[in-house]
């Protein structure tokens, strides 16, 4: 077996052991998970904050979870056992609540801090490997993160029983968001500087073609008044509407093509028998993402946007989201 071969092997069992330990982990969830969202949610509820804490591996993980925890609208710190004995204690209110996480549920440094996080009155969530350690015995609620083994082939490196962590970790997060009602309006007010804040907060009507840049003609146009219209907006659709402004059809440039290498050559043949009937469209008002999500669907390239009677408010067309920084 050659060098690469091997390097190959040795990653998809890493992947193979995880992956494992994931159903695992998913198969035995149960009421213990139900009563850390419950207890979760009524912490944030009545003011307070959850406080991540662990040490080594399992403290990197902890960050992780609570930036997700924060990044969803759930108030979340981070707290080092260490540095806790050295004033962070501070940190901690009686209506907090503490997710631990410690494999063994023996670490020293968290053993320690248990008996003074317990006397302030803060309730604690363990997510741990060993459910009769000394943290499960002195926690509120136990999360079983036990795995049968690590990928390291010592079985010493955290390995899967971290990805377990992190996933239980995200599970606790989602189930968080959902239970308090979390919208994407307002997920994305904690995104306002991104990619996905700029999704969710623009509007369609922000982003999309009105006035000389949106190309129209009434139904009864020829297929050279279609062209004009589009050549005058720069642009690469046109739509088409009845008497009353409601859409009806869309032409594109790709129609246009496909019409003339078949062969055609009448540009005075009526537009509406070569447009598409009763095209997609959006809404006004509708969040740029859902417009982002109907191109991903269908791939095409524009997308007419319509007031809630139908009647026609503008075009969106596909390269203008670059430079919105939404695609």
């Not at 330990?21 to 982990?25: E, M, N, V």
């Not at 901690?92 to 907090?96: F, R």
């Given at each position: 077996m050659s060098e690469t071969s091997?390097?190959?092997e040795r990653?998809?069992?890493v992947f193979d052991i995880e992956i494992a330990?994931?159903?695992?982990?998913r198969n035995r969830l149960d009421g213990g998970f139900t009563a850390a969202v419950t207890l979760l949610q009524a912490t944030l509820a009545n003011g307070g904050k959850i406080i991540v804490t662990g040490v080594g591996k399992s403290f990197h993980i902890g960050q992780?979870?609570?930036a997700t925890f924060t990044s969803t609208g759930a108030p979340a710190n981070v707290l080092h056992p260490s540095e806790?004995?050295?004033g962070d204690l501070g940190l901690?209110?009686?209506?907090?609540v503490v997710l631990a996480l410690s494999y063994s549920g023996e670490s020293d440094e968290l053993v320690n801090l248990l008996p003074i996080i317990k006397r302030t009155g803060v309730r604690i969530i363990a997510l741990t490997g060993v459910l009769d350690a000394t943290l499960a015995r002195h926690s509120d609620v136990v999360l079983d993160g036990s795995v049968t083994s690590e990928a390291c082939p010592f079985n010493l490196v955290p390995t899967a029983s971290t990805t377990v962590a992190l996933?239980?970790?995200d599970a606790l997060a989602i189930a968080l968001l959902e239970a308090r009602g979390m919208t994407r309006e307002k997920y994305a007010q904690f995104h306002p500087g991104g990619a996905i804040g700029r999704a969710l907060l623009l509007k369609v009507d922000d982003i999309m073609r009105t006035g000389a840049r949106l190309a129209a003609v009434p139904h009864t146009a020829s297929v050279r008044d279609a062209v004009i219209a589009m050549t005058k907006a720069q642009a690469g659709a046109v739509a088409v509407v009845d008497e009353n402004r409601h859409v009806v059809g869309l032409f594109t440039d790709g129609d246009l093509r496909r019409y003339l290498a078949g062969g055609a050559t009448d540009v005075q043949s009526p537009v509406a028998n070569l447009m598409t009937h009763r095209p997609s469209t959006v809404n006004a008002g509708r969040l740029a993402a859902d417009a982002l999500a109907i191109f991903q669907q269908h791939h095409f390239d524009d997308l007419v946007v319509v007031h809630d009677d139908g009647t026609l408010a503008g075009m969106i067309d596909i390269q203008d989201l670059p430079k919105f920084k939404i695609l």
């Open positions: 091997s390097h190959l990653a998809r069992a330990a994931l159903q695992q982990t992780k979870i609570a806790a004995m050295h901690l209110q009686p209506a907090d996933a239980i970790g």
